[in-house]
C-alpha cells in the first residue's frame, strides 16, 4: 500500500534533490525545458526574486514538480507565478493526487506571501472555472529526418528568403559566449521600445544549462554580425527563445537564414521538434511564424485571483504602457541597457 503525497520544497545546494529533481522532468511528458532545476538559480540569483521550487513526493519517489517564483513590484503588481522569463510552467505531475497537492501548497504559499494572484504557465488547461489569458498562443512542428524536406516543407514565400540569404553569403557561427548576440538583442529590443535582460543573464544561462544552451550567429560574407538567437534543447526538441537583428538583417534575409540554419543543424543532430517559442496574436512575430508554415496553439495560462478582479495585462499590447514604450525607443542605447534590467527583472 502507497504511503502519502509529501509536498517538500528543493534547495539549490542539495545535489540529490536536485539531480532527481531533473530526471523527473526529462521522463515527464507535462514538463518542459522551463520546468528544470536550473531556472531556481537563475532566476533567484539574477533577478533576486525568491523561489518556491515544489515537488511531490510518495515512498521517496518524485510524482509531480511545480516551479514557482515570487514577483513584486510597484508598477507591475505582485505575483507567484509558474515560471518567470519562461512561456511554459505550472504543474507536471504524473497523478492527479500530486497536482492537486501542488497547487494547494502553491495557493497557501500565495495566500502567506499577500500575492494579489497566482499564475500557472499551463500548455493545457486544468481548472475550467479559473481565469485565463488567452493573449497568446505556440508554435510547433515536427523535423523531418531530411534536410532538403524540411527545406521544401517551408512556403514558397519564406523558402525565397532563405534561398536569399544563402545567394547573399550569409554564414552561421556557434559562439561560446553571448557578446555578439547581446549587442545584436539590446539594440533590437531597444528600437522596438522595451527593456533588454541584463548581460549577465545570458551568459548565467549558458553557463547553467551547458550545452543545452546554445547562441548561434549569422554575419554577412566580411564577418558583420547581423543576426543572432539563444537556443533550448530539451529532449528531442530545439527552442529558439531570444533573438536580435541588426537594421540590416532584413535587406539580407539573415533572420529567415538564421532559423533554417538552426533548423537544419536539429535536423542534423536527430531532433524531431522546432518549438518556435510564444507569440502575442495579431503581431509580427505571430505573422512571421505562421508564414514558415507553423499553426497557432493556445497557450493556457491560468490564475487565482487574490487582490484583483482581472487577469494582469503586463505586456506591450496594454495601451497604458504606449507612452512608456515611446519614451524607451528615445532613450540612448547605454541608458537603456544600464536602466532595463531594473525594470524587466519585475515583468517576468
Known amino acids: 500500500?502507497?504511503?502519502?503525497?509529501?509536498?517538500?520544497?528543493?534547495?539549490?545546494?542539495?545535489?540529490?534533490?536536485?539531480?532527481?529533481?531533473?530526471?523527473?522532468?526529462?521522463?515527464?511528458?507535462?514538463?518542459?525545458?522551463?520546468?528544470?532545476?536550473?531556472?531556481?538559480?537563475?532566476?533567484?540569483?539574477?533577478?533576486?526574486?525568491?523561489?518556491?521550487?515544489?515537488?511531490?513526493?510518495?515512498?521517496?519517489?518524485?510524482?509531480?514538480?511545480?516551479?514557482?517564483?515570487?514577483?513584486?513590484?510597484?508598477?507591475?503588481?505582485?505575483?507567484?507565478?509558474?515560471?518567470?522569463?519562461?512561456?511554459?510552467?505550472?504543474?507536471?505531475?504524473?497523478?492527479?493526487?500530486?497536482?492537486?497537492?501542488?497547487e494547494d501548497e502553491a495557493q497557501r504559499i500565495a495566500k502567506e506571501l499577500g500575492a494579489d494572484h497566482l499564475e500557472l504557465r499551463h500548455v493545457q488547461p486544468r481548472h475550467s472555472d479559473w481565469p485565463r489569458q488567452d493573449l497568446y498562443v505556440t508554435f510547433r512542428k515536427e523535423i523531418l529526418p531530411e534536410e532538403e524536406a524540411n527545406m521544401l516543407a517551408i512556403p514558397r514565400k519564406q523558402r525565397a528568403m532563405v534561398r536569399k540569404g544563402i545567394k547573399n553569403g550569409l554564414q552561421s557561427h556557434l559562439d561560446a559566449d553571448a557578446g555578439r548576440f547581446f549587442a545584436l538583442y539590446a539594440d533590437n529590443v531597444h528600437r522596438h521600445g522595451t527593456p533588454a535582460m541584463p548581460r549577465r543573464y545570458f551568459e548565467a544561462l549558458l553557463r547553467e544549462f551547458g550545452s543545452d544552451c546554445e547562441v548561434l550567429t549569422v554575419t554577412d560574407a566580411q564577418g558583420?554580425?547581423?543576426?543572432?538567437?539563444?537556443?533550448?534543447?530539451?529532449?528531442?526538441?530545439?527552442?529558439?527563445?531570444?533573438?536580435?537583428?541588426?537594421?540590416?538583417?532584413?535587406?539580407?534575409?539573415?533572420?529567415?537564414?538564421?532559423?533554417?540554419?538552426l533548423m537544419r543543424l536539429a535536423c542534423a543532430r536527430g531532433l524531431k521538434v522546432f518549438d518556435y517559442g510564444r507569440s502575442k496574436q495579431g503581431t509580427g512575430s505571430y505573422a512571421f511564424k505562421k508564414n514558415w508554415g507553423f499553426e497557432p496553439t493556445p497557450l493556457t495560462y491560468e490564475?487565482?485571483?487574490y487582490k484583483r478582479d482581472t487577469v494582469p495585462q503586463n505586456n506591450p499590447s496594454n495601451a497604458k504602457y504606449q507612452l512608456l514604450i515611446k519614451t524607451w525607443r528615445r532613450m540612448p542605447l547605454a541608458w537603456a541597457n544600464w536602466l532595463g534590467p531594473f525594470i524587466v527583472r519585475n515583468l517576468g
Open 1 to 102: 500500500m502507497s504511503g502519502p503525497v509529501t509536498i517538500r520544497r528543493l534547495h539549490a545546494g542539495d545535489g540529490p534533490a536536485v539531480s532527481a529533481w531533473d530526471a523527473f522532468v526529462l521522463a515527464c511528458p507535462q514538463a518542459s525545458f522551463f520546468h528544470r532545476a536550473g531556472w531556481q538559480r537563475l532566476v533567484g540569483e539574477t533577478f533576486g526574486h525568491r523561489c518556491f521550487f515544489l515537488y511531490a513526493e510518495r515512498d521517496g519517489r518524485i510524482e509531480g514538480v511545480l516551479p514557482l517564483a515570487q514577483v513584486k513590484s510597484l508598477l507591475f503588481g505582485h505575483a507567484l507565478v509558474s515560471l518567470p522569463f519562461g512561456v511554459y510552467g505550472g504543474v507536471a505531475a504524473e497523478t492527479e493526487a500530486a497536482a492537486q497537492a501542488l
Open 224 to 261: 558583420t554580425p547581423l543576426s543572432s538567437v539563444v537556443s533550448f534543447y530539451f529532449r528531442d526538441e530545439v527552442l529558439p527563445y531570444y533573438a536580435g537583428d541588426a537594421e540590416a538583417a532584413r535587406e539580407l534575409a539573415a533572420n529567415d537564414f538564421k532559423y533554417w540554419e
Open 303 to 305: 490564475y487565482c485571483l
